[in-house]
Nanobody, 125 residues
Framework: VQLVESGGGLVQAGGSLRLSCAAS????????MGWFRQAPGKDREIVAA????????YYADSVKGRFTISRDNAKKVVYLQMNSLKPEDTGVYFC???????????????????WGHGTQVTVTS
């Protein structure tokens, strides 16, 4: 599967952005999906994850209540709505996919085999 992120940009603190990740090449409903980010000089970290089917989601503590992950299997897209953005949210955001028969949720980078190239999010104070 190919994953292409979009929607990043420059925003002031308190603002919002909506990231999209479009998938192609495989039945999208077979993939558990996740959003990760990497800030300069820091390790990649999980932001949010969603099961391949259903509403169950996972959020890092740092984004709970501000970010929302969702997916549209018919459109083959996973979204990350980011509200109340903070300067510490700055980084490159990657979407990732894992082909799975189970309907699990995955929060480790090594759980995912497919990655997009990333989209830059910069939040200014």
């Amino acid at each position: 599967v190919q994953l292409v992120e979009s929607g990043g940009g420059l925003v002031q603190a308190g603002g919002s952005l909506r990231l999209s990740c479009a998938a192609s090449g495989h039945p999208f409903s077979g993939f558990a999906m996740g959003w990760f980010r990497q800030a300069p000089g820091k390790d990649r970290e999980i932001v949010a994850a969603i099961r391949r089917i259903g509403e169950n989601t996972y959020y890092a503590d740092s984004v709970k209540g501000r970010f929302t992950i969702s997916r549209d299997n018919a459109k083959k897209v996973v979204y990350l709505q980011m509200n109340s953005l903070k300067p510490e949210d700055t980084g490159v955001y990657f979407c990732a996919g894992r082909w799975t028969i189970s309907n699990g949720i995955y929060v480790q980078g090594e759980d995912y085999a497919y990655w997009g190239h990333g989209t830059q999010v910069t939040v200014t104070s």
